[in-house]
């Protein structure tokens, strides 16, 4: 089993924070040496992650705790907000003929993230929103 390497970052809402843990994640990748097409699904499922905390995070001091934990064989995704939570079973699968003419194309970034995923959890309630993901590299 090879040694893990975790990253732990508490994001402020800030223009373009998400912007860190992408490349947070990129240092580990780089450092492990892991293939570029799996390295690159994993920040787009990080930008969507982050970017839906980061909207929906509340309260006084709306943040997002993001940690990465990364070896050659696979790479965890834990992001987490303070905001109000949501049902996901609520949440209807986008579809592209139905949003060609739709007044809101947005909608995307959970059917994103569950596509380039190996596994993918949520955990929401009235104190905020975890999301878990485990991406494999072979
Ligand atoms: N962390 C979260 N907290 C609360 N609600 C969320 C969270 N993440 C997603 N949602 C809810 O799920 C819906 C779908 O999210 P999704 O990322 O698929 O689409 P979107 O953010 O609305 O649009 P897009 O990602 O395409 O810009 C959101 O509109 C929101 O209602
Ligand atoms: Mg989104």
Known sequence: MPEPIALHLLLPRVPDIELVAIEGLEKLAHHLGLAAQKVGEAKLIVAEAVTNALEHAGGDRPSVRVEFTVTTDEICIFVQDNGNGFDPAGVQDPELTG???????????????????????????????????????S
């Open 99 to 137: 949003k060609l003419h739709a007044p809101s194309k947005r909608g995307w970034g959970l059917k994103i993230m569950k596509s380039l995923s190996d596994d993918f959890r949520i955990e929401s309630g009235a104190q905020g929103t975890t999301i878990i993901i485990r991406k494999l590299l």
